[in-house]
């Protein structure tokens, strides 16, 4: 399997803006998406789904927050830094 699904071992798939600065256009949040990955969820008693989790993890922090992978969009670089310019 090619593109966004693919399974990356460990549990994490491929979403075409991981290691990438995205936004979570709900709550704003910016930081780089570091991975997807997918849990159980009951949204009924007796009715059990799987969601997509994506990981965000914002500039200067090592904790990674989880958000929907429905609400990503591509993020600007901060001032004074070009997306995709190492650290």
Do not use: F, Y
Request: aromatic share 2%; proline share 10%.
């Amino acid at each position: 399997m090619t593109g966004a699904g693919r399974n990356l071992g460990i549990g994490h798939e491929h979403h075409p803006l991981l290691h990438t600065l995205v936004r979570d256009a709900e709550t704003g949040l910016i930081g780089v998406l570091c991975g997807i990955t997918r849990h159980p969820a009951t949204v009924e008693p007796g009715t059990r789904i799987t969601v997509r989790r994506a990981w965000i993890k914002p500039p200067g922090s090592s904790r990674e927050i989880p958000v929907s992978t429905d609400r990503l969009e591509p993020a600007a670089a901060p001032p004074g830094r070009r997306e995709g310019a190492g650290a």
